[in-house]
């Protein structure tokens, strides 16, 4: 059974970075794409940033676009996604999920196991 958990998430003020981790068990962890999505308060679940499976591509949302960067390491089977220059409206949970896919996805539908999330709260 594959399983993701997520670490890193906490309180940081506007401007502030933090750095979230997933690590992956039960899987073959180089076959998945990997996402990260976010669910703000009272808001739908979107999308933040991918990256394909040998880590060679990524993609990552306009709105963390220059701010966020995705990166994974195959020999630990853990995926990250470093996160700078933080605003408010970057506040919610932050979910690490995995798509049995060979290249880049934006959409929830397409992604086959989920973490159970990190909350991540910027300040103003």
């Known amino acids: 059974q594959v399983q993701l958990v997520e670490s890193g998430g906490g309180l940081v003020q506007t401007g502030g970075s933090l750095r979230l981790s997933c690590t992956v068990s039960g899987g073959t962890f180089n076959r998945y794409t990997m996402g990260w999505f976010r669910q703000a308060p009272g808001k739908a679940r979107e999308f933040v940033a991918a990256?394909?499976?040998?880590?060679?591509?990524?993609y990552a949302a306009d709105s963390v676009k220059g701010r966020f960067i995705i990166s994974r390491d195959n020999a630990k089977n853990t995926v990250t996604l470093q996160m700078n220059t933080l605003k408010p409206e970057d506040t919610g949970v932050y979910y690490c999920?995995?798509?049995?896919?060979?290249?880049?996805?934006?959409?929830?539908?397409?992604?086959?196991?989920w973490g159970q999330g990190t909350q991540v709260t910027v300040s103003s």
């Open positions: 999920a995995a798509a049995l896919l060979r290249t880049i996805r934006a959409t929830q539908r397409e992604y086959d196991y």
């Open positions: 990256i394909i499976w040998s880590g060679g591509s990524t």
